[in-house]
């Protein structure tokens, strides 16, 4: 299995600095370094009222959300974080749609802005269905530093597959 899976886009020389962090065993304490704390958001409740906060800040006029939930089998095996889902069902004569949040549990124990990443990535796709410009500037308008804490939650997601949650014992 390649160890940089979530970082293989990066540069090759960003690659060999993560490498040394690793070889070195300080990937894990650098993260906790960055990161002192992790978010209390610790039900689906709490999130439902931490993302509608976010949509109701920068997206009020997009499609409403009918669920907002952790979701133990969103799993990183499958390279999701988080899932937005869009359901078309007809009842009677009318078509009715939902739209659907869910955030992998794997972030139930992370810093803040992990979930918020997550959480803005998941609202960008309400506006945007493909990863395009459009999109990372939608993402970027919720978040200004969208990309380094993405590249950050990489490097967790690598230390997390090797060592389990760094943030656990916070």
Not at 70 to 90: Q, T
Not at 129 to 148: E, G, I
Request: aromatic share 10%; with cysteine; hydrophobic share 35%.
């Amino acid at each position: 299995m390649n160890q940089l899976r979530y970082l293989s886009h990066y540069s090759d020389a960003l690659q060999q600095q993560i490498t040394a962090m690793m070889e070195a065993n300080s990937l894990g304490a650098w993260l906790q370094n960055k990161y002192s704390s992790v978010h209390s958001v610790a039900n689906d409740s709490e999130l439902r009222d931490y993302v509608m906060h976010i949509k109701n800040q920068y997206m009020k006029k997009t499609q409403p959300l009918s669920k907002v939930a952790y979701d133990s089998k969103i799993h990183i095996v499958n390279h999701a974080l988080g899932m937005h889902s869009y359901v078309s069902r007809v009842q009677g004569s009318k078509l009715k749609s939902k739209n659907e949040l869910r955030v992998s549990s794997l972030f139930k124990q992370t810093p803040e802005d992990f979930l918020y990443m997550i959480v803005v990535h998941e609202l960008a796709h309400l506006k945007e269905k493909q990863h395009n410009k459009a999109f990372y500037q939608l993402c970027r308008h919720m978040m200004p530093n969208y990309h380094q804490v993405e590249f950050e939650v990489r490097v967790y997601l690598t230390e997390f597959e090797r060592n389990g949650n760094v943030f656990l014992h916070q």
